[in-house]
């Protein structure tokens, strides 16, 4: 497996994002030692939920409830408009990321795939490329990509730009955690078939598990490695 060092940052816009993408990557990569902080951007709510704070609330107790599950340190929560990325002007984005990686000093970051459907998905791209760019004195030494259900697929479908792995974590081990951590995201889970069900979320993990000799894999895209 990659080295991925010892400090690790998972971005995620939505809450749920960070377990859909990388959940049994965070839990192997714990068990290892790393210290994994996951960046939530958007509150998660403001758009399909105006102005209910309970709501909020609540997305904010099932992130934490998730993080719990698979030991993640620190959970790092914004309040950027949720699906609404695209009205915030980039610079601002950009330059809280900056920020964040400076104070950090993260060794690997994890983040949403361009090829991407959800626009907000790109966005947090585009942003937090900016932000791992390679210059003197960045500590990011790892930049990846992750797919998300019900989202990245459908990038694959409908983009030129779709979501093309290179790196396969095993995660057999940690499959369970995953699936446990996002049970915790009860506004977030859907009815099988939808690809944000539990027994969707598995038979994703052993497509891509599949795809490189693994029972269970959770795949990346590779930005660079330095």
């Known amino acids: 497996m990659l080295d991925f060092g010892k400090k690790i940052l998972v971005v995620a816009a939505h809450p749920d994002d960070e377990v859909l993408g990388a ?4 839990a ?12 939530i951007v958007t509150d998660g709510s403001s758009t399909q939920y105006a102005g209910n704070e309970e709501t909020l609330k609540a997305k904010h107790v099932e992130a934490d409830a998730a993080a719990a599950i698979l ?8 309040d950027f408009p949720d699906m609404r990325l695209d009205s915030v002007d980039h610079v601002d984005i950009n330059k809280k990321l900056e920020t964040l ?15 991407d459907i959800n626009m907000d998905h790109r966005i947090v791209y585009q942003s937090i490329s900016v932000a791992v760019r390679p210059y003197p004195f960045q500590s990011v030494k790892n930049f990846l990509t992750y797919y998300v259900n019900s989202s990245s697929e459908w990038g694959v479908v409908l983009n030129t730009e779709g979501f ?3 790196i396969f974590v095993d995660i ?6 995953k699936i446990d951590s996002m049970s915790q995201y009860k506004s977030e889970l859907r009815k ?7 027994e969707a979320i598995r038979i ?5 598990g599949n795809m490189a000799g693994f029972r269970f894999a959770e795949p990346f895209r590779l930005v660079f490695s330095r």
Do not use: M
Not at 23 to 26: L, Q
Not at 103 to 108: C, N
Not at 172 to 177: A, G, K
């Open 23 to 26: 959940g049994g990557t965070i």
């Open 28 to 39: 192997k990569l714990k068990n290892q030692g790393c210290e994994v902080h996951a960046l």
């Open 71 to 78: 030991k993640i340190d620190r959970i790092i929560q914004w």
């Open 101 to 115: 990686l400076f104070a950090e000093k993260y060794d690997t970051v994890f983040s949403q795939e361009f090829g």
């Open 164 to 166: 093309k792995p290179n």
């Open 172 to 177: 057999e081990d940690s499959i369970e955690l």
């Open 192 to 198: 099988y078939p939808h690809p944000r069900s539990l």
């Open 204 to 208: 994703s993990a052993q497509y891509f």
